[in-house]
């Protein structure tokens, strides 16, 4: 089975300051790798994905997650935030491509 | 837009009810999964449904059941409501595997 562990449940963080969202899997077997942002009263929304390949993806709003096999981790950045990269983010994996399995979520606030 | 649709938005029932959610997949999709969503917390797979048979079920019991109709729309229903189900429920529709999965809106459920 895995398991997702978001290591930080809230990350306060100044505009155009960086930000570094951790994420941990344990999984014996290959896996696929996503992000996802939810808005307040909103769905889930595909940030990224990491299927095979260049371990380093990007999204075309400036997030950045790189594959790291041997600790088992998918780290999410952004170089710098906006107000509106405010919002919630789950990571997950999926095993096979069938089912998700998130983490908790790590909530990140913009401040001014 | 990612062009699943679920109904209703919002609904409140009461405990010992039934309830029904619905799930419109986007165009050429055959695959649908539901999560719940509870508040504070990832989403947990409930079920899958691929060309109208159930493909895969979470740790949920059987008062959680569903249906896919031959044009891959879905219906995820709840019989017997516990306070515990009032839940953010999404689903998310595919072509296949979860790689290039879409999640709708979602249905905010509350059992009072």
């Known amino acids: 089975a895995q398991s997702v562990t978001q290591l930080d449940s809230q990350v306060p963080v100044f505009e155009e300051a960086p930000v570094e969202l951790r994420c941990n899997y344990s999984?014996?077997?290959?896996?696929?790798l996503f992000w996802y942002v939810q808005y307040p009263n909103q769905g889930l929304q595909l940030l990224l994905k990491y299927l095979s390949g260049s371990t380093l993806v990007e999204s075309i709003n400036g997030f950045e997650a790189e594959f790291n096999k041997s600790q088992t981790s998918f780290h999410l950045r952004k170089p710098s935030v906006h107000i509106s990269d405010t919002a919630e983010y789950f990571c997950a994996v999926s095993r096979n491509d069938y089912k998700l399995s998130f983490g908790a979520g790590t909530t990140v606030t913009v401040r001014a | 837009e990612t062009g699943v649709t679920q109904s209703p938005t919002h609904l409140i029932k009461t405990r010992g009810q039934q309830v029904t959610l619905r799930c419109s997949s986007q165009?050429?999709?055959?695959?649908v999964s539901w999560y719940q969503q509870a508040l504070g917390q990832g989403p947990q797979f409930i079920f899958q449904?691929?060309?109208?048979?159930?493909?895969g079920r979470g740790n949920f019991p059987p008062r959680f059941s569903g249906l896919q109709f031959p044009n891959y729309s879905s219906e995820l229903n709840v019989n017997a409501l516990e306070l515990d189900d009032s839940a953010l429920y999404l689903c998310a529709s595919s072509l296949g595997g979860v790689r290039e999965a879409f999640f709708g809106q979602g249905t905010r459920l509350t059992v009072v």
């Open positions: 449904y691929y060309r109208e048979e159930e493909n």
């Open positions: 165009s050429g999709h055959n695959t």
């Open positions: 999984s014996s077997v290959s896996v696929y």
